[in-house]
């Protein structure tokens, strides 16, 4: 993943919330590892949706979720340094 993407991420993450991107969730100590349970869960005939990994800005782990557009990643991020705090 590339650095700006993965900065998405974390700004999505820190204003989604903790309980939301990180909680319960499975944690993966890489990358690597979320990729491939990712990948695994794309390949389930009963899944609902696709999901890809995301780093965590909480935990430093990484994390299996919902998929998220670029687009919708730079909208959050947008309103997260608006808000001031980024
Ligand atoms: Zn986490």
Not at 17 to 22: D, I, N, S
Not at 28 to 45: F, G, I, K, P
Request: net charge neutral.
């Amino acid at each position: 993943m590339d650095q700006r993407l993965h900065e998405l991420h974390l700004h999505a993450g820190l204003v989604s919330g903790r309980e939301k991107t990180c909680g319960k969730k499975m944690a993966y100590q890489s990358e690597e590892l979320a990729v491939r349970a990712a990948t695994a869960h794309n390949r389930w005939d009963k899944r609902r949706h696709d999901v890809e990994p995301y780093p965590c800005a909480f935990c430093q782990n990484w994390h299996v979720g919902n998929i998220m557009p670029l687009a919708l990643l730079e909208a959050i991020a947008a309103a997260y340094e608006q808000t001031g705090n980024a």
